[in-house]
C-alpha cells in the first residue's frame, strides 16, 4: 500500500512538473514542431455558437410569434405592467408628480417629504418591534438626507420596493411547484445553477432586446439576479417541514391549497425569510449594475464617480447603499416577524387604531401643504448636507504624491514573481494537454461522471474558440485565489483561536462583504492605476471573506476529544495546530475555498472595467456592442470555469472528509 | 380643479412665449436622449437636451451604450444621439441608417481626431517620431514592467473600438494593447506619467482637454482609406487590414427614423444645431479639470449663447 501511494503521489507530482514545463517552453517547442495549433486553435475548429446565438435572438425579437402576438408585444406587455407601478412609486418618493411639457413643467403634487417619509419608516419600525428598530431605521434615512444622497436613494428605493416582491413572491411560487412536482426541480435545479453562475452582464444584452432601454429593463435584470436563492431556499424550507405537522394538516381535512398555505407555507416562515432577506440582498448588489443599462439612483452615482475617478463621491454613495440595505433589511425582518404573531384587535374606531398611519398621512397632508412656503420641508437644504468627499479624495491624492514609488515597487514585484509566471506558464500550456489533465483530474477525485464533465466542458471551451481568454480568467482567478487564500485562512485560525482578533475580524470581514464591489474599485485604481494587479487586488479584497469564515468554522468545530488526546499526547500549541486542527478543519476550508473561487469569479466581470483581457471583458465588450450570441458564449463558458472548480474542489473536500472519517 | 387650470395655463404660456405653437401641439412625450461615458458627449446632449426643453418639449436622459444604442434607436426605445464619431462610429451608423430604422441628423460641427499621441519628452528618447516606423525601433523605450519587452499603449474602454490591436498585428509593432476601463483612467494614467516624465504612448483623442495642457503630439500612421481596413492587399502589409492610421472626420447626430414624423419641430432645432471644437475642448477642460459640475457648464454655454440657440429654436 505504501509503495503504490508514493508511486502514485510521484506520477502526480510528475505529471504537474510536466505540465509546468510544457507551460513555460510550450510556445517555443509549438514553433519548433511547427504545430501553432497546439497553443492556439485554428480558426476553421471554432464551432460559430456566438453568431447562431445572435440569430436565434434576431429571430425571437423580430420574427418570433405565437399567432398574432409577437414575442416583442409579450415582453413589451410585461415591461409596461411593471413599469406602472414603478412610475407611481418613482413619482411619490422622488419626482413628484408632474404635468406639461418643457424645462419647468407643473408640478401636480411634489414627491413625498423628507421629513413624511423618515417618520414613516420611524413608525414602521415601531410598529414592528419597539423604539431600538424605530431609531436603527430613523437614524439610516436621516443619514440620507443629510449627507445629501436623498434623492438618489429614494429612486434607488423605488425600484427595490418593486423588485423585492415580485422577486420573492415569484421565488415562492416557483418553489412550490418545485416542490409538488420533483421532476420540476430536476430541471429546475441547473437553471439555477446556470442562472448563479453566468454573469450578469451575459444576460443584460438579450433584457434589453427583450424588454426595451431604460430602468424597465434593469428591474426585469434584478429580479431575474435576486429570484434564485429564494426558489433554492423555498424547496429547501418546505422539505424541512415536520412530516408530523404534514400529516396532521391532512387529518385535519384540508385540500391542497389549504395544505400549502395555511400548514406548509407558515410553518417553513423563518427560513422562508432568509430567502427574502437574500432577495433584499441581491437586489441591492445588482444596483450598480442595473445602472449601466439605465436605472438611475444611487448605483448610478457610483458608476458615474468610477468613470470620473471620484474617489469620495463613489464612497458615499457606496456607503448609502450599505445605509438602504441595513434599514430595509432589519425592517423587512421585523415586519414578518410581526406577521407571524397573533394580534388582538382593540376596539376603538379605525383611526384610533391605526394611529401610526394617521399620523404619517396626516404628516404627508401637512408636508405637501406647507411645502408651498416652505421648500424646507419639502426637499433637504442642500446648504446644510454633509461631505467627507473632499477627505477621502485629499487622502488619496496623499498616498499618490508621497508613497507613489513604494506602490510601484510593490505592483512590479507581484507582478514580475508571482502574476506574470502563473499567467505564461498557463497561457504556454497547449490545450489539448489542459484538457486530458483536467479529465484525469476530474476522474482522480471524483470518478468518471466528473471526468467526463471536465473534459467536456473545458472542449466547449475550447471550441468556442475562448481558450485563450480563458485561460486568462483562470489565472487571474487563481492567482487572486491563492492570495486570498494565503491572507484568509491563517486569519480565520487566529479568529477561531483567538476571541479579541475574532471580533476585530468579524466586523472587517462583515463590512468588506456589505460594501458593493464596485466601490473597491476606485482606491485601487487610484493607487496602482489599471492592469491586472489592480484587479487581483480587487478580487482578493471581495472574495476574501467565505475563506476567513469557513477556516474560522472549521478550526472551531474541531471536536475537544481530539484536541484533548493531542494534549495528552504531548503537543505544544503549534503542533496541535499544524497536526489535529489544521488537517481536520481541511475540508471546511477546501469549502471556503470554492466560495472563495466563486466570488473571484464573479467579480472578473465587474474588474473588466479597469482593463483586464479575460472573459470578463468579452462580455462586457459583448453588453457594450448589443452582442447576444457573443455575450452568452463568454458568460457559458466563465459558468463552465465556476461548475468546473466547484465540482473538483467539492469532490476533493469530500474526499477529505472521507478520508478523516468524518463522512463515510 | 384650479390646479389643473394653473397647469393649462402654463402649457398655453409656454406655447406662446417660447415657441411657435404649432411645435408645442407635437406628441407630448418625452425625447429621449442618451447619455454615454465620456464629458464631452454628456456636455453636448445636455446642451441639445435643455434647447429642446426651451423649446417646449419633453426630454429624457438615458444611459446607454455607445454601440449598443443602435439597437434602442432602430425600435424607437431611444430618439436621439448627439455623438456618433467618424472615427468609431461610422460602420455602426451605416448599418443603422441602411436598415432604414435610423436617420443621420447632420455634423454636429465638431471635428474628430482619435490616434496614438505621445508626449514631447519622447521624442528625445526616440528621435524617429512622430513617423510610426520609429515606433518600431523604440518599443522597448515605451515598456513598463506588466508588457516588458513590448512598448505599452494604452488604449481607450474596449467599447470604443478602433482596432487598435489589429493595427498592432499588421504593421507589426513589438507593442501590447491595454485598455483603460474607463475615460477618466485614460487621462489619468497620461496625468500620472507627464508628472514623471515616464514612457507613455496612448489614445487621444480631439475635442478633448489633454492636447491643449499637455505638450505632444499625435503619431503619423499611414493616412487612412477604407480599403485598408476592408482589403488586406492594400498598405503596407500586404497580408493583413488595418495597416493604417484611424479615420478622421466629423461627428454627426443620430436620430429614430420616427423622430422627423412625430416632432417634426424638434427634428429641424436637432438638425440646426451646431457646435465647435474650441468651445467643446474648454467646456470639457473646465468639467474635467475644475471639477465643475457638469449640469452648471451646460447652463453656462446656455445662457452665454442664448441668441444663437434662440435662433436655431425660431428658423
Known amino acids: 500500500m505504501k509503495v503504490r501511494l508514493t508511486w502514485q503521489s510521484s506520477a502526480a507530482w510528475g505529471l504537474v512538473l510536466v505540465t509546468i514545463l510544457l507551460g513555460w517552453f510550450g510556445r517555443d517547442l509549438a514553433k519548433a514542431l511547427d504545430a501553432r495549433w497546439l497553443i492556439k486553435i485554428p480558426s476553421s475548429w471554432v464551432i460559430p455558437f456566438k453568431t447562431r446565438i445572435s440569430s436565434a435572438m434576431s429571430w425571437l425579437v423580430e420574427d418570433a410569434a405565437i399567432g398574432p402576438v409577437s414575442f416583442t408585444d409579450a415582453t413589451r406587455a410585461i415591461a409596461w405592467l411593471i413599469e406602472q407601478p414603478y412610475e407611481l412609486m418613482l413619482s411619490l418618493l422622488a419626482h413628484g408628480f408632474l404635468y406639461g411639457p418643457g424645462p419647468a413643467p407643473q408640478v401636480l403634487l411634489p414627491a413625498a417629504s423628507w421629513i413624511a417619509v423618515t417618520i414613516a419608516v420611524i413608525a414602521l419600525g415601531h410598529f414592528c418591534r419597539n423604539w431600538g428598530l424605530a431609531a436603527v431605521a430613523g437614524a439610516c434615512f436621516a443619514y440620507l438626507a443629510v449627507f445629501g444622497q436623498w434623492d438618489s436613494a429614494m429612486v434607488t428605493l423605488a425600484s427595490v420596493v418593486i423588485a423585492v416582491p415580485i422577486g420573492a413572491g415569484g421565488g415562492l411560487l416557483t418553489g412550490i411547484w418545485a416542490y409538488r412536482h420533483p421532476r420540476g426541480e430536476r430541471i429546475l435545479s441547473p437553471v439555477l445553477d446556470l442562472m448563479q453562475t453566468i454573469p450578469i452582464f451575459a444576460y443584460l444584452v438579450p433584457i434589453l432586446f427583450m424588454f426595451g432601454f431604460g430602468p424597465v429593463s434593469a428591474l426585469v435584470a434584478t429580479i431575474i439576479y435576486a429570484t434564485p436563492p429564494m426558489i433554492r431556499i423555498t424547496i429547501m424550507a418546505l422539505k424541512a417541514v415536520d412530516p408530523e405537522i404534514l400529516d396532521f394538516g391532512r387529518m385535519a381535512g384540508t385540500t391542497k391549497r389549504q395544505l400549502m398555505w395555511r400548514v406548509l407555507v407558515p410553518s417553513a416562515s423563518q427560513s422562508l425569510m432568509v430567502g427574502v432577506n437574500q432577495v433584499i440582498m441581491l437586489t441591492l448588489n445588482m444596483v450598480i449594475i442595473a445602472s449601466m443599462i439605465g436605472a438611475g439612483g444611487l448605483g448610478f452615482d457610483v458608476l458615474a464617480a468610477l468613470r470620473r475617478l471620484d474617489i469620495g463621491a463613489g464612497f458615499e454613495a457606496g456607503i448609502a447603499i450599505v445605509v438602504l440595505a441595513i434599514a430595509v433589511d432589519r425592517l423587512s425582518q421585523a415586519f414578518a416577524e410581526r406577521m407571524g404573531q397573533i394580534h388582538h384587535t382593540s376596539p376603538g374606531s379605525w383611526a384610533a387604531r391605526h394611529k401610526r398611519t394617521v399620523l404619517v398621512l396626516s404628516l404627508l397632508m401637512i408636508t405637501w401643504v406647507l411645502g408651498r412656503f416652505s421648500p424646507l420641508l419639502l426637499d433637504y437644504p442642500a446648504s446644510q448636507t454633509i461631505t467627507t468627499g473632499a477627505f477621502w479624495n485629499d487622502a488619496v491624492k496623499y498616498l499618490n504624491v508621497n508613497y507613489f514609488d513604494v506602490f510601484e515597487a510593490v505592483k512590479v514585484f507581484f507582478l514580475q514573481w508571482f502574476l506574470l509566471p502563473i499567467k505564461k506558464t498557463l497561457l504556454g500550456i497547449p490545450w489539448p494537454w489542459a484538457i486530458a489533465m483536467l479529465t484525469l483530474l476530474g476522474w482522480r477525485v471524483g470518478g468518471w461522471k466528473l471526468a467526463a464533465l471536465c473534459g467536456v466542458m473545458s472542449a466547449l471551451i475550447a471550441v468556442s474558440g475562448l481558450w485563450a481568454k480563458a485561460m486568462v480568467t483562470v489565472y487571474l482567478c487563481g492567482a487572486s485565489v491563492i492570495l486570498a487564500t494565503l491572507i484568509g485562512v491563517p486569519l480565520g485560525v487566529l479568529a477561531a483561536l483567538n476571541r479579541r482578533a475574532g471580533i476585530a475580524i468579524n466586523l472587517l470581514i462583515d463590512t468588506l462583504q456589505t460594501l458593493p464591489s464596485f466601490v473597491y474599485l476606485i482606491p485601487v485604481v487610484m493607487l496602482f492605476r489599471i492592469g491586472d494587479f489592480t484587479a487581483m487586488i480587487a478580487i482578493v479584497l471581495y472574495a476574501l471573506a467565505p475563506a476567513v469564515r469557513y477556516a474560522a468554522h472549521g478550526v472551531r468545530s474541531v471536536s475537544g476529544e481530539l484536541i484533548e488526546a493531542g494534549l495528552v499526547s504531548g503537543c505544544t500549541r503549534w503542533q496541535l495546530l499544524r497536526l489535529v486542527r489544521l488537517p481536520m478543519a481541511l475540508p471546511e476550508i477546501l469549502l471556503g475555498i470554492n466560495q472563495t473561487i466563486m466570488l473571484a469569479l464573479s467579480m472578473l466581470v465587474i474588474t473588466a472595467l479597469v482593463g483586464t483581457r479575460d472573459l470578463g471583458q468579452e462580455v462586457y465588450i459583448a453588453l457594450t456592442k448589443a452582442d447576444t450570441g457573443r455575450g452568452l458564449v463568454a458568460g457559458l463558458a466563465i459558468a463552465f470555469i465556476a461548475i468546473i472548480a466547484d465540482r473538483l474542489v467539492n469532490a476533493g473536500a469530500r474526499g477529505a472528509r472521507i478520508r478523516f472519517g468524518l463522512e463515510s | ?315
Open chain 2, 1 to 315: 380643479m384650479l390646479r389643473n387650470f394653473n397647469a393649462l395655463g402654463a402649457v398655453a404660456l409656454t406655447a406662446a412665449v417660447s415657441a411657435p405653437s404649432a411645435w408645442a401641439a407635437e406628441s407630448s412625450d418625452p425625447i429621449k436622449l442618451t447619455l454615454h461615458d465620456w464629458s464631452g458627449q454628456l456636455i453636448n446632449t445636455k446642451i441639445m437636451g435643455s434647447i429642446l426643453q426651451e423649446a417646449g418639449y419633453n426630454v429624457e436622459y438615458v444611459q446607454a451604450d455607445y454601440i449598443a444604442q443602435f439597437a434602442g434607436l432602430k425600435t424607437g426605445d431611444l430618439h436621439l444621439a448627439m455623438e456618433i464619431w467618424e472615427t468609431t462610429g461610422r460602420e455602426a451608423l451605416d448599418e443603422a441608417t441602411a436598415s432604414g430604422k435610423v436617420v443621420n441628423a447632420g455634423e454636429t460641427g465638431l471635428m474628430a481626431i482619435e490616434e496614438w499621441w505621445y508626449p514631447a519628452y519622447m521624442k528625445d528618447r526616440c528621435p524617429g517620431l512622430p513617423d510610426w516606423q520609429a515606433l518600431k525601433d523604440c518599443a522597448e523605450e515605451f515598456a513598463t514592467a506588466e508588457t516588458s519587452p513590448y512598448g505599452r499603449y494604452v488604449g481607450g474602454p474596449v467599447t470604443w473600438g478602433g482596432f487598435d490591436e489589429e493595427r498592432v498585428e499588421a504593421l507589426e509593432l513589438e507593442f501590447e494593447v491595454v485598455h483603460a476601463g474607463t475615460d477618466a483612467a485614460l487621462f489619468a494614467e497620461l496625468e500620472s506619467a507627464y508628472q514623471r516624465q515616464d514612457p507613455i504612448v496612448l489614445w487621444v483623442y480631439v475635442p478633448h482637454w489633454a492636447p491643449a495642457k499637455y505638450d505632444g503630439e499625435f503619431v503619423e500612421f499611414p493616412p487612412y482609406s477604407s480599403e485598408c481596413y476592408s482589403d488586406p492587399s492594400a498598405g503596407v502589409n500586404p497580408d493583413l487590414a488595418y495597416d493604417c492610421g484611424k479615420p478622421r472626420g466629423p461627428i454627426w447626430k443620430a436620430a429614430w427614423a420616427g423622430l422627423p414624423e412625430k416632432w417634426p419641430g424638434a427634428y429641424e432645432i436637432v438638425q440646426s444645431y451646431q457646435i465647435t471644437n474650441e468651445e467643446m475642448s474648454a467646456m470639457v477642460g473646465k468639467a474635467d479639470l475644475d471639477g465643475v459640475d457638469i449640469d452648471t457648464v451646460v447652463s453656462g454655454w446656455m445662457t452665454a449663447n442664448k441668441d444663437r440657440w434662440s435662433g436655431w429654436i425660431g428658423n
